[in-house]
């Protein structure tokens, strides 16, 4: 069950250029902020899109003041990609999933809107999204890595950011 991840179509019409156009005024959540930071890298739709999503607020919302801090060398390689497989192998559902990759990390929302961003994410059917986080886990994380190194450059190139 090996499925590739797809890119977002680039907007072909009138109604897409609208759609397009709005999308270059300030993004309304957080991971579209951070998405926007890696300029060049498509954005991923559906259930690939949904775990993208999930582990990118997984991400940011890790407390390297625990464990974790010790062991940043692994990680991206190891500690990342294992956790989350593992808790989408042992999850029935996203909201168990959630659960468990939030403590395995120590991870959680930081603000309002990582919240409702989650609580919007977690709505999502679980069975595709899992099946997603289960055969392609390292690609999404390779992707989310991609991501915060786009981030921490917008941060150091024009100061303090959101």
Do not use: K
């Not at 939030?102 to 309002?112: E, H, I, V, W, Y």
């Not at 997603?132 to 991609?146: G, H, S």
């Amino acid at each position: 069950m090996n499925r590739a991840l797809h890119p977002v179509p680039a907007p072909d019409d009138a109604g897409d250029q609208a759609v397009a156009a709005s999308a270059t005024a300030e993004p309304a959540r957080p991971t579209d902020r951070w998405l926007a930071a890696a300029d060049g890298l498509p954005a991923l739709v559906g259930a690939a899109g949904t775990a993208e999503r999930l582990l990118l607020l997984t991400h940011y919302g890790v407390d390297w003041d625990s464990w974790l801090g010790a062991r940043r060398i692994d990680y991206w390689d190891v500690i990342f990609p294992e956790r989350a497989l593992q808790a989408a192998i042992r999850a029935a559902n996203l909201r168990r999933w959630w659960q468990d990759v939030g403590t395995q990390l120590m991870s959680r929302p930081r603000n309002a809107a990582e919240r409702r961003e989650v609580a919007e994410l977690l709505q999502a059917q679980s069975r595709p999204v899992l099946d997603v986080l289960r055969w392609e886990v390292e690609p999404l994380v390779l992707r989310v890595r991609i991501i915060a190194d786009a981030v921490r450059a917008a941060r150091v190139n024009s100061g303090p950011a959101r």
